[in-house]
């Protein structure tokens, strides 16, 4: 099929890579812009834009898509279908309209719930028991659509966001390529979501990150997982030059009890609202490497009874 492929991060990498590999024509790719990153704060292509560049395909990254000039463009590439992963920039109707099979979306959970910019993250950080990427023809509304395959991921006890997230893209990458195959011989069948159970994915908020030790210790790791390893759960501590930021990448619920963000023992374990969190895995800022919490304390010199703020 000839296909344009609209995708930015990682996470839609696996996706092109697969449809590249199955042959489809892929007529152009949509990317965000490159981005200042790294010491030198040098332009970045994003991972799509660095692996359409290695397969030869085209590559556009316009700033809007709503403008008639947009939309002429996107026409031109005669595209049976668009596939969409990640993006990063909703799509206005006169783009949906332009495919002769519509736009399909793949998304990061189990819809309805976890509609939206976060799906991955916010279902770590509720405690959800699974997650899923689905198939989804799009609609002007916000992950709105029908879906047409589904594939589901158990969440076990400690994974994180960034652990799910890699378990995710493979699995949407197959089924895009199902869905590609089952569209291209009229076997694609799309079902209505239900309107029970709809809960959206909000961008994570910076406030967010800063760990609120008066909540229950299974509420607290769960948000430390969900936030692992971007943007990152984080305390301040006093280490000796004042107060410094410390990211948790790991942590999981534990016994213990304590005014609310009371460092127990010298091996991580630290009091919440009810119960205790064990800290596993840390970063202190500017440091590359992690450490454990046993480490971490031994390191930082950090004696039971000192607050985590």
């Given at each position: 099929?000839r296909?344009?492929?609209?995708?930015?991060?990682?996470?839609?990498?696996?996706?092109?890579?697969?449809?590249?590999?199955?042959?489809?024509?892929?007529a152009?790719v949509?990317t965000?812009?490159?981005?200042?990153?790294?010491?030198?704060?040098?332009?970045?292509?994003?991972?799509?834009?660095?692996?359409?560049?290695?397969?030869?395909?085209?590559?556009?990254?316009?700033?809007s898509?709503?403008?008639?000039?947009?939309?002429e463009?996107?026409?031109?590439?005669?595209?049976?279908?668009?596939?969409?992963?990640?993006?990063?920039?909703?799509?206005?109707?006169?783009?949906?309209?332009v495919?002769?099979h519509?736009?399909?979306?793949?998304?990061?959970?189990?819809?309805?719930?976890?509609?939206?910019?976060?799906?991955?993250?916010?279902?770590?950080?509720?405690?959800d028991?699974?997650?899923?990427?689905?198939?989804?023809?799009?609609?002007?509304?916000?992950?709105?659509?029908?879906?047409?395959?589904?594939?589901?991921?158990?969440?076990?006890?400690?994974?994180?966001?960034?652990?799910?997230?890699?378990?995710?893209?493979?699995?949407g990458?197959?089924?895009?390529?199902?869905?590609l195959?089952r569209?291209?011989?009229?076997d694609?069948?799309?079902?209505?979501?239900?309107?029970?159970?709809?809960?959206?994915?909000?961008?994570?908020s910076?406030?967010?990150?800063?760990?609120?030790?008066?909540?229950?210790?299974?509420?607290?790791a769960?948000?430390?997982?969900?936030?692992?390893?971007?943007?990152?759960?984080?305390?301040?501590?006093?280490?000796?030059?004042?107060?410094?930021?410390?990211?948790?990448?790991?942590?999981?619920?534990?016994?213990?009890t304590?005014?609310?963000?009371?460092?127990?023992d010298?091996?991580?374990?630290?009091?919440?609202g009810?119960?205790?969190?064990?800290?596993?895995?840390?970063?202190?800022?500017?440091?590359?490497?992690?450490?454990?919490?046993?480490?971490?304390?031994?390191?930082?010199?950090?004696?039971?009874?000192?607050?985590?703020?």
């Open positions: 099929m296909v344009v492929f609209m995708g930015t991060p990682d996470f839609a990498v696996p996706t092109l890579a697969r449809l590249a590999q199955d042959g489809h024509d892929i152009a949509y965000r812009a490159p981005a200042k990153a790294g010491r030198g704060m040098s332009l970045r292509p994003s991972p799509v834009h660095a692996l359409a560049d290695n397969l030869g395909i085209p590559v556009l990254t316009p700033a898509l709503r403008s008639p000039d947009a939309v463009t996107f026409a031109g590439h005669r595209a049976d279908v668009a596939v969409v992963v990640a993006y990063g920039m909703l799509l206005p109707q006169a783009i949906l309209d495919p002769r519509g736009c399909l979306n793949l998304h990061g959970s189990l819809l309805p719930r976890w509609r939206g910019a976060a799906p991955i993250q916010r279902a770590v950080m509720a405690g028991a699974e997650s899923g990427v689905g198939i989804m023809r799009m609609e002007a509304g916000l992950d709105t659509g029908p879906v047409a395959l589904e594939g589901r991921v158990p969440i076990v006890t400690g994974m994180t966001a960034g652990e799910l997230h890699d378990a995710l893209m493979p699995l990458a197959e089924l895009m390529s199902q869905a195959e569209l291209e011989s009229g694609l069948t799309f079902t209505p979501q239900a309107a029970e159970g709809v809960v959206y994915a909000h961008k994570i910076n406030d967010e990150a800063r760990i609120d030790w008066s909540l229950p210790a299974a509420e607290v769960n948000r430390i997982n969900g936030l692992s390893p971007f943007p990152g759960a984080f305390f301040a501590v006093d280490l000796g030059k004042g107060p410094e930021r410390v990211k948790v990448l790991r942590a999981a619920a534990g016994a213990g304590g005014a609310p963000g009371t460092l127990l010298a091996e991580g374990l630290v009091a919440c009810t119960g205790a969190v064990r800290l596993t895995e840390l970063r202190r800022a500017g440091k590359g490497g992690s450490a454990s919490g046993a480490e971490f304390v031994r390191g930082a010199r950090i004696a039971p009874g000192t607050h985590l703020g």
